[in-house]
């Protein structure tokens, strides 16, 4: 039984059905039902998304996406696009099923307007 978050679906619903692009940031400590919540959300929707963003504070290397790929599979979900942010760089195989940003990439353009 899936109780106590009918809030947190109807917002994820309606981004869902939404024809505009829309981000949806899930965050929170460990083991307080982020993933159920994420898979109970997506029974059945059928357009894209993007399964899990990490953050690392150091090189963003093959192994670590490797190992956080086999952490999203052992939780019996599959991903459509891996996402990672970086402020140190990438050393990294390419793969069109990842996204990779740096830091600076984000902020550049905010700081060219002030």
Same mark, same amino acid.
């Given at each position: 039984?899936?109780?106590? =978050? +009918? /809030?947190?679906?109807?917002?994820?619903? =309606?981004?869902?059905?939404?024809?505009?692009? @829309?981000?949806?940031? &899930?965050?929170?400590?460990?083991?307080?039902?982020?993933?159920?919540? &994420?898979?109970?959300?997506? @029974?059945?929707? @059928?357009? +894209?998304?993007?399964?899990?963003?990490?953050?690392?504070?150091?090189?963003?290397?093959?192994?670590?996406?490797?190992? @956080?790929?086999?952490?999203?599979?052992?939780?019996?979900?599959?991903?459509?696009?891996?996402?990672?942010?970086?402020?140190?760089?990438? *050393?990294?195989? *390419?793969?069109? /099923?990842?996204?990779?940003?740096?830091?600076?990439?984000?902020?550049?353009?905010?700081? +060219?307007? =002030?």
């Amino acid at each position: 039984m899936f109780v106590g =978050r +009918e /809030n947190k679906l109807k917002i994820l619903n =309606r981004v869902f059905s939404s024809n505009r692009q @829309e981000s949806v940031l &899930i965050y929170g400590r460990r083991r307080i039902g982020k993933t159920e919540l &994420i898979k109970k959300a997506i @029974e059945d929707f @059928e357009g +894209e998304y993007i399964q899990e963003c990490k953050y690392k504070n150091s090189k963003v290397t093959q192994a670590v996406v490797d190992q @956080e790929i086999e952490q999203v599979k052992n939780v019996n979900m599959s991903y459509y696009k891996y996402g990672f942010f970086s402020k140190f760089g990438f *050393d990294l195989i *390419d793969d069109s /099923n990842l996204i990779i940003c740096m830091l600076d990439d984000l902020y550049h353009p905010f700081s +060219e307007n =002030r």
